[in-house]
């Protein structure tokens, strides 16, 4: 079985500063993992993915994830927050097995404020 | 890119009515989803379909039916709506390879009212 255990309900950023969010994951198999970002009235957007290829991800719009197994943890950085930045972040885990058939697990998400 | 198109943004109904919500993708994909969206309790998977007329049940079916005659078309219906399915619905739609690296691409989401 599959979980997403975001850390943080809500994270509040000071433009310019470094954005953290935290993410853990429980996968009976070599998961893969993403990271959506939402936007107000708006659907979900991928951000990044990590496929068992390398462990440092780059995403869209600064952002990157290091996946490590050993934490069983994929947090999600930028190193300046943007204004655009705030949004609700959704951590996600995708099982590869047989029967999954795409079905993700989602995070319960994490709000971010940014101030100016 | 994907683009995934649902074809309300907003939308009222009355308790008791047969509700349709639509949506569409331009990407040939396989995997069509409808997710629920509530303050609290994240996104929750209702249904989902990985071929033209198959569907799978996903963790919360009761009070909804999927439709599946195209490829690109999914259909969400809520066959007797009721206030507590009052909520914003979110269709995505992803390529096969058992959809396990395949990221899910998402449309805006319908914000259903139900009085």
């Known amino acids: 079985a599959q979980s997403v255990t975001q850390l943080d309900s809500h994270v509040s950023v000071s433009e310019g500063t470094p954005v953290l969010l935290r993410c853990n994951y429980s996968?009976?198999?070599?998961?893969?993992l993403f990271w959506y970002v939402q936007h107000p009235n708006k659907g979900l957007q991928l951000l990044l993915k990590?496929?068992?290829?390398?462990?440092l991800v780059k995403g869209i719009n600064g952002f990157e994830a290091e996946f490590k197994k050993s934490e069983t943890s994929f947090h999600l950085t930028k190193p300046s927050a943007h204004m655009s930045d705030a949004a609700e972040y959704f951590c996600?885990?995708?099982?590869?097995?047989?029967?999954?058939?795409?079905?993700?697990?989602f995070g319960a998400g994490t709000q971010v404020v940014v101030t100016p | 890119d994907v683009k995934v198109t649902q074809s309300s943004r907003y939308l009222v109904k009355r308790t008791g009515e047969k509700v349709f919500l639509e949506c569409v993708q331009d990407?040939?994909?396989?995997?069509m989803f409808w997710y629920r969206q509530d303050p609290g309790l994240g996104l929750r998977l209702i249904y989902f379909?990985?071929?033209?007329?198959?569907?799978e049940k996903g963790d919360i079916p009761e009070g909804y039916s999927v439709s599946r005659e195209k490829k690109e078309r999914f259909s969400l219906i809520l066959e007797s709506a009721s206030t507590n399915q009052t909520s914003m619905y979110l269709c995505?739609?992803?390529?096969?390879?058992?959809?396990?690296?395949?990221?899910?691409?998402f449309g805006d989401g319908t914000r259903l009212s139900i009085l």
């Open positions: 995505a739609s992803s390529s096969l390879d058992r959809g396990r690296d395949q990221p899910q691409h």
């Open positions: 996968s009976s198999y070599s998961p893969s």
């Open positions: 990590y496929t068992s290829a390398a462990t």
């Open positions: 996600v885990v995708s099982d590869k097995t047989t029967d999954s058939w795409g079905k993700l697990q």
């Open positions: 990407m040939d994909h396989e995997n």
């Open positions: 379909s990985y071929d033209v007329k198959m569907k």
